[in-house]
């Protein structure tokens, strides 16, 4: 299982926002993170926890381990507002949080 | 840069077979270092893992779907395939392929834009 808090958000341009995702077993650090837009595919922001993608701008974070992690944006940008899944890998199936929705 | 396209029919008829079709560009299906991934997202919900396949053909399947699940390769056009046989409204999802990087946490770091598949009565 893994669980995601909060469901959904309302932030500001400027804000800091953290999602955090928790695992019912430990999982290591087999822990990535999506974004979302509207009517786009999902694409990778964080891998192993705290590894960024290429091309992923510097605001992203992630930490944790085991159970629980976070995604960090430090300063949102208007094209952060989104919705943001976390994905674990460790225990097959791979399976994917519910989703955060981060809107304005 | 890596790109992947589905392809298919956008509605399917209940108890019929689901086929989609997943072009490649930019990587090699052919080659080790990658899984190639089917992953859905029913209307409004989250997302699925289907399966992935390796370049040696090897399947992978989520148990949940395993039973009416085929991902094959088609090495000499770069291309994977899904097949969901006996659909249900259930199915009605949008339907993505995706490379997934081998190693550890083995993301997937490259999709398709997603193909909606609707089941029709």
């Known amino acids: 299982q893994v669980t995601q808090s909060p469901a959904s958000l309302s932030a500001s341009v400027g804000d800091r926002v953290t999602i955090t995702c928790r695992t019912g077993q430990t999982i290591a650090d087999f822990l990535n993170w999506y974004q979302q837009k509207p009517g786009k595919a999902p694409e990778l922001l964080i891998y192993?926890?705290?590894n960024l993608h290429s091309g992923v701008p510097l605001r992203f974070s992630g930490s944790g381990s085991g159970t629980d992690f976070t995604l960090t944006i430090t300063s949102l940008e208007p094209e952060d507002f989104a919705t943001y899944y976390c994905q674990q890998t460790f225990i097959s199936p791979p399976t994917f949080g519910q989703g955060t929705n981060v809107e304005i | 840069q890596v790109q992947l396209q589905e392809s298919g029919p956008g509605l399917v008829e209940t108890s019929q077979t689901l086929s989609l079709t997943c072009a490649v560009s930019?990587?090699?299906?052919?080659?080790?270092?990658?899984?190639w991934s089917w992953i859905r997202q029913r209307p409004g919900k989250g997302l699925e893992w289907i399966g992935y396949i390796y370049y040696d053909g090897t399947p992978y399947f989520n148990p949940s779907l395993k039973s009416r699940v085929t991902i094959s390769p088609d090495k000499s056009k770069n291309q994977f395939s899904l097949k969901l046989t006996s659909v249900t409204a259930a199915d009605t999802a949008v339907y993505y392929c995706?490379?997934?990087?081998?190693?550890?946490?083995?993301?997937?770091?490259?999709w398709g834009q997603g193909t909606l598949v609707t089941v029709s009565p």
């Open positions: 995706a490379k997934v990087r081998v190693g550890h946490s083995t993301p997937f770091d490259f």
């Open positions: 930019g990587a090699s299906i052919s080659r080790g270092g990658s899984y």
């Open positions: 192993a926890a705290s």
